[in-house]
């Protein structure tokens, strides 16, 4: 048998891995819905040796960098590149290159526009989206993308492509890079079905802790107190900064942030109360956050996880996919995790001026139609306090902290 | 080619971006070029560019498609074509396939452009096929793969799509066309028709022979009855009920109505499925028998050729083919339909699984007053509409 054309060395399907091989294969537990466990690290073990280095290649296509006279010794050093590979002659890598060239793929004309459905089109997908184009023609105004649209697509491809500036911060070729969901811990009745969610690119390499840190959630950011008296001083304490305890649940492993010593381990109740009557859940394993990288997890993709933080706030975490980096993804190592995809949510508006989002609450208020009554900062000192800054009236007032102020 | 009929009629919510799954009348055209390409008879790229550029199928990214709708259609195109490159497809189709999915990825209009995506369970198949392309010598798909790869136009991936728990309202289920498909029962593959008319053949001159050599000429000798007179009609039998419980198993109630509409256009639909069984093996045995008595020796393998491709016994006859085709659309989409009320109430598995995603759904909290901008990626309407506020 010849050798692989891209020595790759992957003709034979042997196992570079074997120990691991077996639990390291991804395979359906539940057709589409999710996988069997299996090993982040030796997947891309696993991957990396059936590929040769053009597979896994991050440098810029030759194309690129070769000037376009040089086409001619170019091609002759293709066909032989070609021969090579093929096992066939000088002549035929020739023929091939000719033959199997792209421009014999072309339909459209010089000239021709591809917004355009050509006329006499025998594709059954053309026919449809004409249909549809005649529909919006006829019922759209102006037709034109929508905020959410350009911007759902400007959260995908604004990082693609990227290189870093410093040479040491490119990603590593074969690093494997995984899409986490983080879904948003309430629920409303409208989500019945579509549960909101935020997607994010994480490197293999890269620790659960930089998840966690990158994890944008209003509950962290939430200001215990009532300020009403002494509102200067209200965005001193974050509860990210009070309460530093977090864990993430994979495979039934909880790994706790330990990071600082003020941490708490939030996963203990849960396992006290899990053995304390043999629930069947089997035994729980604990295990420190910021002590694994995603290579190290014996993970499902599509199976619903575990992230809690803030005592209570549990969001659903999905790792939907993992693949190998590819030569036009982000290459910047710093720009990950990266948010690839954010749910927009409606924001609260000040209740005086309509048009900036709520930064106070207030209940028991003489001044407010409505209890509770939002405000956003310059419309509530306006309305509570005088010049000097004296509280007028009476009323409770609280930071407020709008889930739409990550949009 | 006639359009489907939502296409039209109803207004699919314009400029949605369809969520997820195949985009209507795609599947279709990448079938007619495939299957324009197997009546070909031939692997050769020059044979399939003619073929592409007389569709003008570039012409499939046209049409005033937003970024992320371009997007999202061209990944749903290469991820379509992609299954027509993996088995159980016929070496004719998956060469087709690969060519296909070349055409596609370079005529894409996304940039930077839409990549393939290689599960690493179907890597090594993949890779036996390019393999085999060049111990063959078909150098131009090889040379087309090789392309591919060293454009790096594929990601190597996990699984062939993301994966996520969520509720599902219905699975997809991806239906294997049966006229690409590679037949690969080894048990007919083992007793075709050649070898049953040759076990005929044996026998009767087995018979000749005894009644020859006994006395009585009309009636063999009692000492030579050595083996049993009916062997052949039961294996015959034999043979036919496991080609039935085959094609039963692999569709469970799809295949004998898709017989039923090649056979005979009448359509026995309103039939209850279990008279159609029996209506189906009825025929297949009619046909078994009726082949096996006439075809002569000579002819043979003209023969096998008809019974190996059983399933699409239509395929031959080149003119009835649009025709035949679309009938067994027609008969096909209705028990699709039924095949899945019936699987979801008889299938106590299935059930289960519906009820565990069900679990994992989130509580339900009452809502407090306007709170989230529902933002529905499958409903949210890609333009602006006159507001009405």
Same mark, same amino acid.
């Given at each position: ?20 091989? =077996? ?28 590929? /040769? ?150 490197? /293999? ?71 304390? =009557? ?130 | ?35 324009? #390409? ?15 550029? $007389? ?17 999202? #259609? ?54 036996? #096929? ?7 010598? *078909? ?16 990601? #190597? ?45 044996? *026998?009767? *001159? ?7 050599? $006994? ?18 009609? @039961? ?10 419980? *085959? ?32 209506? $189906? ?16 020796? $000579? ?50 598995? @299935? ?39």
């Amino acid at each position: 048998m010849a050798e692989d054309p891209l020595g790759g060395g992957a003709g034979c399907p042997q196992h570079p891995v074997p120990s691991a091989s =077996h639990g390291s294969f991804p395979e359906y537990e539940l057709p589409e819905l999710h996988t069997r466990a299996f090993h982040v690290g030796a997947f891309g073990e696993l991957w990396r040796g059936r590929l /040769g280095l053009r597979d896994l290649s991050l440098s810029e296509p030759r194309a690129a960098e070769q000037p376009a006279d040089g086409g001619a010794s170019d091609n002759g050093l293709d066909d032989a590149a070609v021969a090579g590979d093929l096992g066939c002659s000088l002549e035929a890598a020739a023929e091939l290159r000719v033959v199997c060239g792209l421009d014999k793929l072309r339909c459209l004309d010089e000239g021709e526009d591809p917004e355009v459905i050509p006329e006499n089109t025998d594709l059954v997908t053309l026919c449809v989206r004409k249909g549809l184009l005649d529909y919006r023609e006829e019922n759209i105004t102006i037709d034109r993308a929508c905020r959410q649209e350009t911007f759902v697509y400007e959260m995908e491809s604004h990082a693609l492509g990227k290189k870093p500036e410093n040479p040491e911060d490119m990603i590593g070729e074969g690093e494997l890079i995984l899409s986490v969901n983080i879904l948003y811990p309430v629920i409303f009745n409208k989500h019945r079905e579509h549960k909101p969610y935020q997607t994010m690119l994480v490197l /293999g390499s890269q620790k659960l802790t930089e998840l966690r840190d990158s994890i944008c959630c209003v509950s962290d950011l939430q200001i215990g107190g009532e300020f009403s008296s002494t509102p200067d001083q209200a965005p001193e304490h974050i509860s990210k900064d009070l309460y530093k305890s977090a864990f993430f649940y994979f495979e039934g492993t909880f790994y706790n942030d330990k990071r600082y010593p003020e941490c708490r381990d939030l996963s203990r109740t849960i396992i006290e109360w899990s053995e304390s =009557h043999d629930r069947g859940y089997g035994k729980f394993q604990t295990a420190r956050m910021e002590d694994f990288t995603f290579n190290d997890l014996n993970i499902k993709l599509g199976f619903p996880y575990l992230y809690c933080h803030q005592g209570d706030c549990e969001h659903v975490v999905v790792i939907t996919d993992i693949r190998l980096v590819h030569h036009d993804d982000c290459l910047d190592r710093t720009l990950y995790p990266l948010l690839t995809k954010k749910h927009w949510l409606w924001t609260r508006k000040c209740f005086v001026c309509k048009m900036y989002t709520a930064r106070w609450v207030t209940n028991n208020d003489t001044f407010a139609p409505e209890d509770p009554c939002f405000f956003c900062d310059v419309c509530f000192r306006m309305l509570h306090y005088d010049s000097e800054g004296n509280k007028l009236g009476e009323f409770l007032a609280y930071p407020y902290v709008d889930p739409g102020t990550f949009n | 080619m006639e359009i489907p009929a939502d296409a039209g009629t109803r207004p699919v919510g314009p400029g949605t971006l369809a969520g997820v799954g195949t985009p209507p009348g795609l599947q279709t055209d990448c079938e007619a070029l495939l299957s324009r #390409f197997q009546e070909l008879d031939s692997v050769r790229f020059e044979d399939f560019a003619e073929l592409w550029r $007389s569709m003008k199928f570039a012409t499939i990214f046209c049409g005033k498609m937003r970024n992320l709708k371009k997007n999202m #259609f061209t990944k749903e195109a290469l991820a379509l074509a992609w299954r027509y490159f993996l088995p159980p497809y016929t070496f004719q189709i998956r060469v087709g396939a690969l060519y296909l999915l070349y055409g596609l990825y370079n005529t894409q209009l996304c940039q930077p452009k839409q990549k393939i995506r290689v599960a690493l369970k179907d890597w090594d198949e993949v890779i036996k #096929f390019q393999q085999d392309l060049v111990n063959a010598q *078909h150098f131009d798909a090889a040379f087309v793969f090789r392309k591919l790869r060293l454009d790096r136009a594929f990601h #190597f991936t996990a699984m062939p799509k993301l994966l996520s728990c969520r509720m599902k309202k219905k699975i997809q289920q991806t239906e294997v066309t049966q006229k690409f498909k590679d037949p690969n029962d080894r048990v007919m593959k083992l007793i075709t028709s050649d070898v049953l008319e040759e076990m005929l053949n044996v *026998h009767d *001159h087995y018979q000749n022979m005894k009644r020859a050599i $006994s006395a009585d000429k009309s009636m063999p000798d009692k000492a030579l009855s050595l083996v049993k007179e009916d062997f052949f009609d @039961n294996i015959k039998n034999i043979v036919l009920e496991h080609q039935q419980w *085959h094609k039963d198993r692999k569709n469970p109630s799809l295949k004998p109505k898709l017989k039923d509409g090649e056979e005979d256009s009448k359509g026995t639909s309103q039939e209850p499925e279990r008279c159609e069984r029996a209506v $189906s093996l009825a025929k297949i045995k009619a046909r078994a028998f009726s082949a096996v008595a006439q075809v002569s020796k $000579s002819r043979r393998h003209r023969q096998a050729k008809l019974d190996s491709s059983d399933s699409d016994s239509g395929s031959g006859q080149g003119q009835g083919k649009a025709a035949k085709k679309k009938r067994t659309r027609e008969t096909a989409a209705e028990p699709t339909e039924r095949k899945r009320a019936s699987r979801s109430r008889g299938n106590a598995q @299935n059930e289960q699984k519906e009820e565990k995603s069900l679990h994992l759904s989130m509580p339900i909290i009452a809502e407090e007053e306007e709170e989230t901008y529902d933002f529905i990626e499958a409903e949210f309407t890609a333009t602006k509409r006159k507001r009405k506020r």
